[in-house]
């Protein structure tokens, strides 16, 4: 059902004083970019009349090919609460077209939208996605530069005065209220100066866009407060890194496909399926959904992120969970997902790993319910639990090795995402780290 005309958007535009519009899109790494134009260019931009220069963006284009037209999604149209009043700038979010008129392949939303065509010929209507982003609130200096400095020494739960982000936290949830979210929960995190705000589940590719956004009010947000918000993986050592668990299921109508009231633990042949493909390729993927240097440094024992391929109803300590909700709510948890991935990459190739165990009737492994981060290697092997690559070059060779997860980003996507990180890598390992000179500069 579409939720905006053209009318109604003119309409919405002239009661809220909107004076700029900004022409939204992701890049390759999970960036917003924007192009901003004045009022009187908007019709043009509707018509999907408006270029922009493909080759300045990560993993777009060529400098010989770069015109690239963007196509607004109306239904994305929202105004931006925190500008000015003297003229107010409102957003649409945009999918890449070719000159032709041909969906760009290098475009990350359209890939999820690809992907969510091969679910509808299997039958399914909807992929339903809840995540959970957190963040790192730190302090800005006099020149607004971040520093390392927590605003606050509060614990998972925490009230104020321990929780000194909590104003700023509360800011956030008034702005994405008044833009159309709703927020579940908002909380401090278990480290010092982390927090989560849960807004709820929708269809894939509304819940990337609204990740997105949500992104973008929280540093907005934050600044207004002082304070620099990162969704950086891991940026303290020795505390909690910040994760992104991604819940999702597949409807089928109005019936959830997970659920079957008189299967065992209610879970219908095409969950366990899908956790089964889930299972299959997770180290595969992982490149995708845990896409930095810095995002193996949080998959480690100790700090509450799976390390481990594995999945359970019990505990936490597995990849995949399935919490206790049942009827619409049923749905699977994967824990490894970080907030630096790119939303639509990483969806798009959960989807497919979970398509391929339903397609191909994979079974699931036994669930395992006990601590897997008190097990020794041999009983993690005595249970079938792989572990998760331990670098992003580890798992940059899984993610090349697997067809499955290739089709699902797409040759561009798949040859422009290796180029970027395998640069990425390099650059991470050929760096003089200050923990290096502090081990050996005296010692050798």
């Not at 067809?403 to 003089?432: C, N, P, S, Y």
Request: one cysteine or more; glycine letters at 6%.
């Amino acid at each position: 059902m579409v939720k905006f005309t053209k009318e109604e958007i003119y309409k919405r535009i002239e009661e809220e004083n909107v004076r700029f519009i900004r022409l939204q899109f992701t890049d390759l790494l999970g960036t917003i970019k924007n192009v901003e134009i004045p009022l009187s260019q908007l019709d043009k931009a509707l018509d999907n009349q408006m270029m922009f220069d493909g080759s300045s963006i990560e993993g777009f284009v060529r400098i010989e090919e770069s015109d690239m037209l963007l196509h607004p999604d109306l239904d994305s149209f929202v105004v931006f609460p925190w500008t000015s009043e003297k003229g107010k700038v409102a957003r649409f979010i945009c999918d890449i077209y070719n000159p032709d008129g041909t969906p760009f392949e290098g475009c990350p939303r359209y890939n999820l939208k690809r992907n969510l065509e091969r679910m509808e010929k299997l039958g399914y209507t909807a992929f339903n996605i809840g995540t959970e982003p957190e963040f790192f609130l730190f302090k800005l200096d006099e020149r607004g530069e971040p520093t390392m400095e927590l605003n606050d020494k509060g614990g998972y739960f925490d009230l104020a005065p321990t929780d000194l982000g909590e104003n700023c936290r509360r800011d956030i949830v008034l702005e994405l209220e008044e833009m159309g979210f709703e927020i579940e929960a908002s909380h401090h995190e278990v480290a010092p100066g982390q927090h989560e705000i849960d807004f709820k589940y929708s269809d894939a590719v509304k819940h990337c866009d609204d990740i997105q956004t949500f992104k973008l009010v929280v540093k907005t947000i934050a600044r207004k407060h002082g304070l620099h918000a990162t969704f950086m993986p891991k940026p303290l050592f020795g505390v909690n890194g910040s994760g992104m668990h991604a819940n999702m299921s597949l409807f089928a109508g109005k019936e959830n496909a997970f659920y079957d009231e008189n299967a065992d633990e209610q879970l219908s042949e095409v969950a366990h399926q899908f956790t089964a493909g889930i299972i299959k390729h997770a180290v595969n993927f992982t490149a995708v959904t845990n896409p930095t240097v810095n995002s193996y440094k949080r998959l480690v024992p100790g700090y509450e992120a799976p390390c481990y391929v594995a999945w359970s109803g019990q505990n936490r300590s597995p990849l995949v969970r399935v919490p206790s909700s049942r009827g619409l709510s049923t749905r699977i948890e994967v824990r490894s997902v970080d907030p630096a991935a790119n939303p639509y990459m990483a969806m798009s190739v959960m989807l497919a790993a979970g398509l391929d165990g339903v397609e191909n009737k994979l079974t699931a492994p036994e669930p395992v319910d006990r601590n897997i981060y008190v097990m020794d290697k041999a009983e993690r092997e005595a249970n079938g639990v792989q572990d998760l690559p331990a670098t992003l070059y580890d798992a940059l060779q899984y993610l090349n090795s697997d067809d499955v997860i290739k089709e699902a980003l797409g040759e561009h996507l798949t040859e422009h995402f290796l180029e970027a990180k395998e640069i990425e890598w390099d650059m991470f390992r050929t760096q003089v780290h200050p923990w290096e000179r502090e081990q050996y500069l005296s010692t050798y």
